[in-house]
């Protein structure tokens, strides 16, 4: 699968029970099918059960910030997602966009200050929040999130 995991991520490719490569178009629409139709393939293979919703809302916050900021909702980019479970019911889900990438540092936190009020920015706080693990690599364009 292009964009395997990668090393250190604490997953052996061998052991996968489940890896899935899907595309999407940049398009708001899109992201719902395709998350019910991943979480589906979840399901069924009992991958991370008792877990399910945790990863549900964060694969849909993940693919909404790539079509939404990455891809600029342009429908003629692509957005990535690429996700794997082992044998012991871990998932690693990685999401790739096509943009200029961002620095997760720079992200104002949504329980600080004004931004509490704010109606947006609350994505990347709730991913983490819900996944055991969450790295930002390719200057931002790519997200892998862990669930043990």
């Known amino acids: 699968m292009a964009g395997e995991p990668p090393n250190g991520c604490g997953f052996d490719p061998g052991k996968f029970v489940l890896k899935l490569k899907v595309t999407l178009a940049a398009d708001r629409n899109a992201i719902d099918p395709v998350v019910q139709g991943i979480m589906e393939v979840v399901r069924d293979t009992q991958c991370a059960m008792g877990k399910e919703e945790a990863i549900e809302l964060a694969l849909s916050e993940a ?3 790539a079509v ?3 891809a600029k909702g342009d429908i003629t980019k692509v957005v990535e997602c690429d996700v794997a479970c082992d044998e012991s ?3 690693l889900i990685v999401v790739r966009d ?3 990438g961002f620095d997760p540092n720079c992200i104002p936190s949504p329980v600080q200050g004004e931004n509490i009020y704010s109606n947006h920015g609350r994505g990347i706080f709730l991913i983490n929040q819900l996944m055991d693990e969450v790295q930002f690599r390719n200057n931002g364009k790519e997200i892998h999130m862990r669930k043990r």
Request: net charge neutral; charged share 0%.
């Open 63 to 65: 693919l909404a910030n």
């Open 68 to 70: 939404v900021h990455g």
């Open 89 to 91: 019911g871990g998932m």
């Open 98 to 100: 096509p943009g200029p």
